[in-house]
Each structure stands twice: as C-alpha cells, then as structure tokens.
C-alpha cells in the first residue's frame, strides 16, 4: 500500500500524485478563499500578534457575528454558546486572528505542494497541511452533513454502493481521500517529533 506521506531525513515527503496535488491545491484555494471577510490587516502591529481585528472597544460598530455559511461556523465556532455579549467579546478579540491563521497556513501548504516533484516539507509546511487538512474536512463535512458517527458509516455505505448523484459522489470521495492523507501525514508528522 502506497503511503501519501512519508518520514524523510530532511522534512516529510509528498507521495501523491500531480491531480492529488492539484486537487488539494484547489481545495486549499478554496479554503483560503472562503475566510476571506475582505478586511484588511491591523496597522497596530500589537493588534495583529494578538489577532484582533482593531475594532475600537469604544466604537459603535458592532463586533462580527456567526458566520451565516455553517462550513464557516464551524471554522469559526462560538466562543460560549450560553452567552451572547461573551460570544460576541470572543469573537471581536480572536476571529481576525484565526482567519488569518488559518488562511495563511493554507497558502503555505498549498505552496509547497506547488514545488516541482520530489516535495519535501519543512516542519512548518508539514503542520500547516496537517492544520489546513482539518479545516478543508470540516467544511467539506459540514457540506456533506456530516453530524455523528452514524452519519459519517452511512457515508460510507452511499460511496460504496455508489448510491448518489455525480456532485455528492464526488464530494464524498474528496473528503474520504482528505481522510487518508491527513491520517497518513499526521503518522510521518508523529515520527519527526
């Protein structure tokens, strides 16, 4: 059985092929495409470490709410689902920085999977596709209403028996391969620490 990923002296190295490589590069696009909030960065370089997006505490401008796309929400959960002034406070103080976080971990991934055949990833390249694989399942997840566990067999069950139309199949097999390759690279990941 082949392995997607593999321990090497220098880093882990890439073992899909080019359309696996494309696709994921696509997928992180993607990724990245859909965190954008189209605000631009913080001036204040403290506000940026921090990842607040520089609303002033004191301004009228309300803080951002729940992402209204539930594949969003799920990248960007709710700080305290009890509390909305808590939520809201969470969200003002950490949203900015999380998707800035995670945009850039995509673009690096997707970068290096960009690099000519053999790809070896750095330590950081490594994480960031291990970190970028989640978010790509959990919006890929939430589009194919995966809930529970019994969602997740009944999948499964559908792929196997080939059971739904072109667009579903095809979204099932993506999240399916995601699941393989992120299992494989957080195993090689596991051996380099």
């Known amino acids: ?5 593999k321990s090497v002296r220098a880093g882990i190295q890439v073992n899909l092929d080019q359309d696996e490589r494309e696709i994921l590069v696509q997928l992180l696009g993607q990724l990245d495409d859909l965190l954008d909030d189209g605000l631009e960065s913080s001036a204040d370089p ?3 470490m921090v990842g607040m ?23 960007l959960p ?13 969200r003002r103080l950490t949203e900015f920085g999380l998707r800035a976080r995670k945009r850039s971990g995509a673009r690096l991934a997707a970068e290096a999977l960009g690099r ?6 750095a330590q950081d390249e490594g994480l960031a596709l291990l970190k970028s694989f989640t978010d790509v399942r959990l919006v890929l997840g939430e589009r194919l209403e995966l809930r529970t566990d019994a969602d997740a067999e009944k999948l499964h069950e559908r792929l196997w028996a080939n059971d739904g139309d072109p667009t579903w199949l095809a979204t099932a097999w993506i999240y399916e391969s995601l699941t393989s390759w992120q299992e494989d690279l957080v195993a090689e990941v596991a051996k380099k620490r």
């Open 46 to 48: 403290l506000a940026a």
């Open 116 to 121: 000519p055949e053999p790809i070896v990833l």
């Open 53 to 75: 997006s520089g609303v002033d505490p004191d301004s009228a401008e309300p803080p951002p709410s729940t992402p209204t796309d539930p594949a969003v929400a799920r990248l």
């Open 78 to 90: 709710d700080g305290n689902r009890d509390d909305p002034d808590v939520s809201a406070e969470y």
């Open 1 to 5: 059985m082949r392995h997607s990923f």
